[in-house]
């Protein structure tokens, strides 16, 4: 229902993309996230739940989006491997690890090219099971590895 409605809130964006995956992470206070990878759908959905007042620092805790895409020729283990002198981790490395960061905000939408990559922000939330960091993320449609542009992240407050 949630993937039908944005669809349809959202058709110049979604709505040719059929929903692919679905998940949802609650980080506990030590936890540092995901690392550096790229996603196998069109187009990546971040909703963030968790409240305002459990973020210790206001300036991140959220999303880091790189403004690269892998090649059109590598395989999904190729652009998911970010091992010290790995190719993905050269990419980053040439571009000058450029980047839009987005500060986590309470019930904040974040949308981009799933095909960027990109990784959780590091964050400092409150101790406790209420003040877990809570990311719910939706894949719609198929990976595209044409064109760059960090023009294709859109935080929305």
Known sequence: ?????????????????????????????????????????????????????????????????????????????????????????ELLEESGWENVTIPYRENRLVMFDSALFHKTDSFQFKQGFLNRRINLTLLFGTMDLGGVGQDKVCPVP
């Open 1 to 89: 229902a949630l993937a039908q409605e944005l669809r349809e809130k959202l058709p110049n964006i979604l709505g040719k993309h059929p929903l692919r995956h679905l998940w949802a992470y609650k980080y506990d206070e030590r936890y540092t996230g995901i690392n550096v990878h790229a996603d196998e759908a069109a187009v990546n959905l971040n909703f963030w739940v968790t409240r305002e007042d459990a973020n210790l620092n206001k300036e991140s805790g959220g999303l880091v989006v790189y403004t690269k895409k892998p090649p059109s020729d590598w395989t999904f283990d190729m652009y998911n491997q970010f091992a010290e002198g790995g190719a993905a981790r």
